[in-house]
Structures are given as C-alpha cells and as structure tokens.
C-alpha cells in the first residue's frame, strides 16, 4: 500500500539514540547542572553542586557538614524538584557528601557564534568518543561528537605524581 510515512520527530530519534548508547544519565547530569540554580533557588545553589548521576542516583556536593545536615530534611523536596525537571524515571535517589563546590559554573554558550569545537583536554575527547564509538554512520558519528564536544566539562584535577609514582 503506498501511503503516507509518518516521520519521527528528531529530538524523539536522539532521545532513542542516547538511550541506547547510554548517553541518557549523562545528558541528564549535563542539563541539571547547567540549570542547578533555576531548579533549587539560592541559597542552596550556592552551597551544592550536582556531581555526577549514576544509576539513576544523584551524588550531590555540599560545602559543609551544617547543609548536609540541613539536607536530609529537604531531601523530599529536593528529590520531587529534580524528577520534575528531569523525569520521575531518571533519578529515584540522592546522595550527599561534603566536598569542593565548583567555584563558578562554565556558561554554555546557547547560540554559539563559532561553530568550531572548543579546544578541550585529551581526557574529554576520549570521553566523548567512547560515548560514540557505536554510532555506525560516521558523518553521524562525527557530528555528534562535534556537538558534545562545544559543551565542555570540566575535569577534577588530578593528584599531584610525586618522584616515587612516576608513570
């Protein structure tokens, strides 16, 4: 029968895609913590940051032990605002450590001017290109890994290598 083909919307296909590569937690921590701020309200932006979500459990930094006190009262809360913005399906859980809080958050460009990949360390290409050595179609491959790569991650610093550790 010759009809018509419905078409798939394009952000429903990278959806799929990410899913299926395991890319979607990563896009999620990506989004919320470039959103933080809009999503939890200040003063807590201030005194957390998303750390990482894995196994649908965000790992949360508090920069001292009065707000991880002070956050296992606002847990509920904190938890049905991040299933919210993100879904009830992609984070069930919260864990909070005191640790280092970002000093300041890198601006992701929202309609960049250079269309050029920002240069980046060797760490955080091989991450993005793990993240798409699956993608069979290379022009798709490598326009993916353009895309990922514009918004830049930073990387904790590593230890410092004494005489004794030396590679």
């Known amino acids: ?10 952000g429903d296909i990278l959806s799929g ?10 896009l999620v921590e990506l989004r919320v913590q470039r ?5 939890v309200g200040e003063p807590m932006a201030s ?18 032990s009065v707000w991880l006190q ?4 606002l847990k509920p809360a904190l938890l049905a605002k991040l299933q919210a ?17 970002p000093s300041e958050t890198p601006a992701i460009p929202v309609n960049p001017v250079d269309d050029r990949r920002l240069p980046q360390p060797e760490e955080s290409w091989a991450e993005v290109c793990s993240h798409t050595v699956d993608i069979q179609d290379p022009a798709l491959r490598d326009r993916l890994r353009e895309v990922i790569s ?7 610093p590593r230890p410092a290598k004494g005489p004794s550790q030396a590679p």
């Open 1 to 10: 029968m010759g009809g018509l083909h419905s078409f798939d919307p394009f």
């Open 17 to 26: 895609l990410a899913k299926r590569l395991g890319l979607e937690s990563r």
């Open 35 to 39: 959103r933080w701020r809009d999503i």
């Open 47 to 64: 005194h957390t940051w998303p750390a990482q979500i894995r196994f649908k459990k965000l790992y949360l930094l508090v920069r001292n």
């Open 70 to 73: 002070q956050l296992t009262f």
């Open 85 to 101: 913005e993100c879904g009830p399906e992609l984070v069930t859980d919260i864990a909070s450590r005191v640790g280092e809080i």
């Open 150 to 156: 514009r918004y830049p991650v930073p990387f904790p």
